[in-house]
């Protein structure tokens, strides 16, 4: 597959300002150059700005072979407009005028980009945001392919803030636990994962996994999860069979499987034993009695988007039956006939 050609536009003043503000730091422009190589090969770099209000930051952005676009602004007056024009136009532009140009990057975290992202994509152009947590518009994220936060990104040194003793012991008591953040995780990949089975031939590999996962959440990244990439994420919910991978075909891009239907089997036991052999349970409260027997019960780490899907798939194997009571308005799991 051929390498991404990506233009990158930079809203300067977005992203040094809010660094400062909202960060306590300057903006360092490296980490995003290292996140970019690692997605393609960028062919435009320009960033835009009245560069007298960010005289200190022209030579490190230089040495990172940036344009500087000069977007000077009136004495009293206010031009913020003036930058955000000038980049969408030249953003669109370039689209049209070089066809290589498979991705655009946009740095800024104003929602005012919003209709060029939609724009670049209908398009036919891949869209990456690049923002700050803290002062990115919430209608930015989802407008793109994926969007990236600035202090995720590898070689970003947030600096230390100083807390109170007593608040810093509260805040580490309240802090979820590791585990929680893996069922989370693996509950959108197993739901993603039938998804894609259901819509496909039933072959699902790593990449086409991680781009789903990407459509669903432009924001998500296994690096909030604890995982340094997305093998290692599918791996360890290998090791935890919660899925199987099959490297056969192409090697470092697996088929992403679920384990087979055996697998499950203590599930629907535990579901059928609750149920009892001559007894019948209402839909509704099945799903606490399971979680009560088995710690950390969760229907969608198997590949079932909801509990009832769940049972259904159980009534399919003869585990129990599940019938609708119209007098209860809900649906009866009974013993299997």
Known sequence: MDEERIGLFIDYENLAIGARDDLGMAFDFKPVADALAERGRVVVRRAYADWASFESDRQMLADNQVELIEIPQRRGR?????????????????????????????????????????????LNKRVIGVGLRASTSAMLPPACDEFLFYERLGGVELP?????????????????????????????????????????????RSSSLKRALLRKDPTFSEADHGFRGFGELIRHLASN?????????????????????????????????????????????????????????????????????????????????????????????????
Request: one cysteine or more; hydrophobic letters at 35%; glycine letters at 6%.
């Open 241 to 337: 069979s919660i899925v199987e991978l099959n490297e056969e075909g192409s090697r470092g891009d697996p088929v992403v499987e679920f384990p087979k239907d055996d697998e499950h089997t203590k599930e629907f036991d535990l579901l059928a034993s609750i149920v009892g052999k001559d007894g019948s349970q209402p839909l509704s409260g099945l799903k606490d009695q399971m979680r009560r027997q088995q710690k950390g019960f969760n229907e969608r780490r198997l590949g079932y988007s909801g509990f009832l899907r769940f049972v259904q798939a159980a009534s399919a194997r003869g585990v129990v039956s599940l019938k609708w009571d119209d007098e209860s308005g809900d649906y009866v799991v009974s013993a299997a006939d």
């Open 78 to 122: 206010v031009r913020k407009n003036a930058a955000d024009i000038k980049m969408a136009v030249d953003a669109i532009e370039l689209a049209f005028e070089r066809d290589y140009v498979t991705a655009f990057v946009i740095c800024t975290g104003d929602s005012d980009f919003t209709p060029l992202v939609q724009k670049l994509r209908e």
């Open 160 to 204: 230390k803030r100083k807390q109170p003793a007593k608040k810093a012991k509260k805040s580490e008591a309240a802090e979820p636990p590791k585990p929680r953040a893996s069922e989370d995780v693996a509950a959108l990949v197993t739901t993603t994962l039938a998804g894609l089975q259901r819509s496909a031939d039933g072959t699902v």
